[in-house]
């Protein structure tokens, strides 16, 4: 069975929630599948952004790409509504001048019918997303 990247609106991944928002970045960038297209934050932290999955999802790896992100906590909800998240991972991203971050993150198996992702510090007041994915693999196909 192929793993899906429920990460992307052409999956049915919606954006839910994004605590900044710039209309010439809007936080929907991170769901369309490309790197040249991003979301930005506006100023203080912790930033975070909320991607809510067509049905439950069974999670075996995420990977983000971004710019200025120092510590980033993943956390995953099975609610019906975003709400009851646990902590998946937290890490301390390397700063890559110039360059973007593209970190992935091998997790065990989990269940998801959201994501959140937590921006508690940057290397700088403003970072960007560009891409988050989360590949996996439909619960009841």
């Known amino acids: 069975m192929r793993a899906t990247d429920w990460c992307l609106s052409s999956a049915g991944a919606a954006l839910v929630l994004a605590t900044s928002s710039d209309e010439q970045h809007p936080a929907e960038n991170v769901v369309d599948g490309s790197s040249e297209t991003f979301w930005t934050t506006t100023g203080m932290f912790p930033q975070e952004f909320i991607i809510g999955f067509p049905k439950c999802v069974k999670i075996s790896k995420v990977a983000i790409q971004s710019y ?11 609610s019906e509504d975003p709400v009851g998240f646990e902590e998946c991972i937290e890490k301390d991203l390397e700063h890559t001048e110039g360059q973007l971050q593209k970190e992935e993150f091998p997790l065990p198996e989990f269940q998801a ?23 996996g693999t439909a619960e009841n196909a």
């Open 68 to 78: 200025l992100v120092r510590t980033l906590r993943i956390e995953r909800s099975v």
């Open 113 to 135: 019918t959201y994501l959140r992702f937590i921006i508690k510090s940057a290397f700088d007041h403003f970072v960007s997303v560009h891409r988050v994915m989360a590949e």
